[in-house]
């Protein structure tokens, strides 16, 4: 795991690799990027009635591994007939909690990546709010940790990879949440294009 208290000269390696990243990203890269978080409000509304901080709060605590096809598929479900299934109990009971009223940022730790990604859909013009799981953190890093422990559950952490975002969306003129979508689209692309496959299937 990376040090939480690094030395300025790594805490600037962080930012450019965070920068060299984003400057990577094709155009239409770049287009999907910086539309994530927009698109993600508006479906939050759609599947909530309307209300997109609810929606964006019953999405985000049901994102935790997984996938964003299926975190959607469970927050349809959760908004649509209050069938609370499909995920760990903890995560169904902040859900529950939120379609029963609750504020998301009384439920969702929001010192954390969920706090975080409930912010950037509920609000895609926060100035702070951004999103750091697995591939941000190791963006920002410069290397691939694969099954490694990141650390991200320590805040201290967290919250330095998240500034040095900051600092790369102040430097590009863009919003934290829009560098973070933006270098995620190009980097998980690129990940795989160089993942090995088995011979494609003949027809």
């Known amino acids: 795991m990376i040090p939480v208290h690094p030395s300025e000269e790594m805490r600037d390696r962080y930012v450019q690799n965070i920068m060299a990243r984003w400057w990577s990203a094709s ?16 479906l939050a509304a759609q599947i909530s009635g309307g209300d997109a901080r609810r929606g964006a709060g019953v999405i985000a605590a049901l994102s935790a591994n997984k996938s964003w096809h299926q975190n959607l598929r469970l927050a349809r479900q959760v908004c649509g007939s209050g069938v609370l299934s499909g995920h760990f109990s903890d995560a169904l009971a902040k859900a529950a909690a939120i379609m029963a009223g609750a504020d998301p940022a009384d439920v969702l730790p929001m010192d954390r990546k969920t ?3 409930f912010q950037c859909i509920a609000d895609p013009d926060d100035p702070e709010a951004v999103v750091i799981d697995r591939h941000a953190h190791d963006i920002a890093v410069g290397e691939r940790y694969g099954n490694r ?3 991200l559950s320590c805040a201290s952490r967290y919250e330095l990879i998240a500034d040095c975002y900051r600092e790369a969306a102040l430097q590009l003129g863009e919003l934290p949440s829009t560098v973070q979508a933006v270098t995620w689209v190009a980097h998980t692309e690129h990940v795989a294009d160089t993942v090995p496959r088995g011979p494609r299937a003949r027809f």
Request: charged fraction near 35%; glycine fraction near 14%; aromatic fraction near 14%.
């Open 115 to 117: 706090g975080h990604f």
């Open 27 to 42: 155009a239409e890269q770049q287009e999907r990027g910086r539309t994530w978080y927009r698109t993600a409000h508006d």
């Open 149 to 151: 422990d990141r650390g």
